[in-house]
């Protein structure tokens, strides 16, 4: 089974800096385009950054100039670096990575569990 598992949210005051991450884990072949969603109490989940194979990213309006996504296949890893957060940045912040399980075989759509990330004084 493949997992996905995000860590880094926690509590900061604006202005601040967290760095999300989010493993892979479990039997896979390959992972293709990867990306950050969060979601606020009652609001729809948006995307907020997504990375491809080759490095391309993609950004939100929101985030541009302060966010940075990035990944590092050996460790089947990406990240999510947030600098000078504001109070609109509070959601629950979830991976989702597009993986190939073997070798000829479909890419599939996995999702990690979430973590919170609360920007407050």
């Known amino acids: 089974q493949v997992q996905l598992v995000e860590s880094g949210g926690g509590l900061v005051q604006p202005g601040g800096s967290l760095r999300l991450s989010c493993a892979a884990s479990g039997s896979l072949f390959n992972i293709y385009n990867m990306a950050w969603t969060r979601q606020a109490p009652g609001k729809q989940r948006e995307l907020v950054a997504s990375i491809t194979r080759d490095d391309s990213t993609n950004y939100a309006d929101s985030v541009k100039g302060r966010f940075t996504i990035s990944r590092d296949d050996a460790k089947n890893t990406v990240y999510l670096q947030m600098n000078s957060l504001k109070p609109e940045d509070t959601a629950v912040y979830y991976c989702?990575?597009?993986?190939?399980?073997?070798?000829?075989?479909?890419?599939?759509?996995?999702w990690g569990q979430g973590t919170q990330v609360t920007v407050s004084s």
């Open positions: 989702r990575a597009y993986i190939q399980r073997a070798a000829y075989t479909s890419i599939q759509q996995y």
